[in-house]
């Protein structure tokens, strides 16, 4: 794929138990499945397993590339939950998913015990929004599974980091925490080339460094590694369109067009039949010669 003017796209390869993820040659989407009652958008709308194995389905037949669960809300002002009620909620869902699915699911966790439990259960995946913060462990099971690892930019946690964030120089600071945690995952044995980052778009950010980020995205080629994004429905847009949660679909479809032409790999959303052909509309402009492919 030739690189778009904003941000160049660079090819990586992912290993999962499932074959390999090429990355780069398309913008990849990565379905939500909060399986929670108080997540920011849909908290309760898939607490039973049935539910949530259904809408994961209907995401995977719509397009979705990476169907992400999670058991624990990360919104702003959540409390955290214990381990044992995390994996009461999640591992029948990922063990009904990976039955039917070739796609690979991950897991939304910061817990080490959750993630190898997850994996266990046939998750191929973690996604951690703490960056390695909250449990020292996790790049350990990440290397033990030589499982792929979404590292994340978080300040703060989901409980205070909307209590007056601030920075001087938002890209500055993102990208040094990111390649700390990247060395970090590194000295735990987590190979390099199983490492994506996430600039953490709504945690710890204002609405201006939100936009900056969204903005300046191709400076986090700097890490040389997969760039993932999520912006789906988040107070941001919100703030900026005068919506409810419910009334920013057309405002995160122009968040996810921004961030495929400026060069995430992956895009991390709630409705992704709307993201599907956003996305793939997106990589036809970038790379016309091979829209047919």
């Known amino acids: 794929m030739n690189p778009s003017r904003n941000g160049a796209r660079k090819a990586f390869v992912l290993r999962c138990r499932s074959g390999d993820i090429p990355m780069g040659e398309?913008?990849?989407?990565?379905?939500?499945?909060n399986v929670?009652?108080?997540s920011f958008s849909d908290g309760g709308l898939f607490r039973e397993p049935d539910y949530a194995i259904e809408h994961g389905l209907r995401m995977a037949e719509e397009g979705a590339d990476i169907i992400d669960v999670g058991g624990e809300s990360s919104r702003p002002g959540s409390d955290a939950v214990s381990t044992d009620e995390e994996l009461k909620r999640i591992i029948p869902v990922i063990e009904g998913l990976t039955s039917q699915l070739m796609i690979p699911i991950s897991v939304d966790t910061y817990k080490s015990q959750v993630a190898e439990r997850a994996i266990e259960a046939g998750a191929q995946m973690i996604n951690d929004i703490s960056g390695l913060r909250f449990d020292p462990q996790m790049p350990h099971v990440?290397?033990?599974?030589?499982?792929?690892?979404?590292?994340?930019?978080i300040k703060g946690t989901p409980k205070t980091m909307q209590q007056a964030p601030s920075y001087e120089d938002v890209m500055g600071e993102i990208i040094t925490c990111l390649r700390e945690r990247i060395e970090m995952a590194e000295q735990a044995g987590v190979d390099?080339?199983?490492?994506?980052v996430d600039p953490g778009i709504g945690f710890g950010k204002r609405v201006e460094d939100n936009l900056m980020i969204l903005n300046r995205l191709g400076e986090l080629n700097v890490l040389k590694r997969p760039l993932l994004l999520g912006t789906s429905r988040k107070s941001f847009i919100g703030a900026i369109l005068g919506k409810e949660v419910g009334e920013r679909g057309v405002g995160t479809l122009a968040t996810v067009a921004v961030s495929a032409l400026k060069g995430a790999h992956v895009v991390r959303v709630h409705d992704v039949a709307q993201a599907r052909q956003t996305v793939d509309m997106v990589d036809a402009i970038i790379s016309p010669e091979g829209w047919r492919q």
């Open 26 to 33: 398309r913008t990849l989407l990565m379905g939500v499945l």
């Open 36 to 38: 929670t009652p108080d």
């Open 142 to 153: 990440a290397a033990r599974y030589d499982t792929p690892l979404i590292i994340m930019h």
């Open 192 to 196: 390099p080339h199983q490492v994506i």
